[in-house]
């Protein structure tokens, strides 16, 4: 159990242009999700949080504007990068927090965006 | 906020050789966790340990919260424990994760 899945796996686009990251639970139903994104030989750092029929919390220096976040039901969670720079090219990676009495994170396999 | 660091940043081995991966963070914590990055990406679950110590196989760790370190033990190394070792650490459900280790085990 506690199977998490993203789509796509990757994705190239051109710049200007907008894309749509799905986050999955698949076998779990998820209060809270999150969102990482991490740059090649570099840690995960954290961009939101993301509560079931909630805004989502951003942290500091992540634009709520530029990453559009819905996390509609307790099974997805969407992010949209909207009008992609190639800065904005990075592996992004979601998670779920299963509540069974720990706060252990799931992950899911991750989306790698190219913007050219 | 919180900073946590990892050691050694980088670490080679032997096949069958055993090692030992460090966590320091700078506050009280109470939730720990350590995952293995493989090398396609995937961050997969190894312990849940805020406090304690855990077995897992091969695997093991311990945490001693008060003087906030944790300890992740790999014995008779394998091939495939290649990858990146992150701890990841929160006062709550958010996590912030270490620099990572980055293992690589030879044949």
């Known amino acids: 159990g506690a199977v998490v899945s993203q789509h796509p796996s990757w994705v190239i686009c051109k710049s200007g242009t907008s894309v749509k990251i799905e986050c999955r639970s698949l076998?779990?139903?998820?209060?809270?999700m999150f969102w990482y994104r991490q740059f090649p030989k570099q840690s995960l750092m954290l961009m939101a949080t993301?509560?079931?029929?909630?805004?989502?919390?951003?942290e500091q220096g992540v634009e709520k504007d530029k990453f559009l976040i819905n996390h509609a039901s307790l099974t997805l969670s969407t992010l949209t990068v909207t009008s992609a720079h190639p800065e904005d090219s990075s592996f992004y990676i979601c998670?779920?927090?299963?509540?069974?009495?720990?706060?252990?994170?799931?992950f899911g396999p991750g989306t790698r965006l190219l913007v050219l | 906020g919180i900073q946590v660091e990892q050691s050694p940043p980088d670490l080679i081995l032997q096949e069958g050789a055993n090692s030992t991966l460090r966590c320091n963070f700078s506050?009280?914590?109470?939730?720990l966790q350590w995952f293995h990055q493989n090398p396609w990406g995937q961050l997969i679950n190894l312990f849940y340990?805020?406090?304690g110590t855990k077995q897992n196989g091969r695997l093991s760790a311990t945490t001693v919260a008060t003087e906030r370190y944790s300890l992740l033990y790999i014995s008779s190394s394998q091939t495939t424990d290649s990858g990146v070792y992150f701890c990841?650490?929160?006062?709550?459900?958010?996590?912030?994760f270490g620099g990572g280790t980055r293992l690589m085990v030879k044949p």
């Open positions: 076998d779990f139903q998820a209060t809270t």
């Open positions: 340990i805020p406090s």
């Open positions: 993301s509560n079931e029929g909630s805004k989502a919390t951003y």
């Open positions: 998670s779920a927090d299963r509540d069974r009495g720990t706060k252990t994170q799931y």
């Open positions: 990841a650490v929160g006062a709550g459900n958010m996590l912030t």
């Open positions: 506050d009280s914590v109470n939730n």
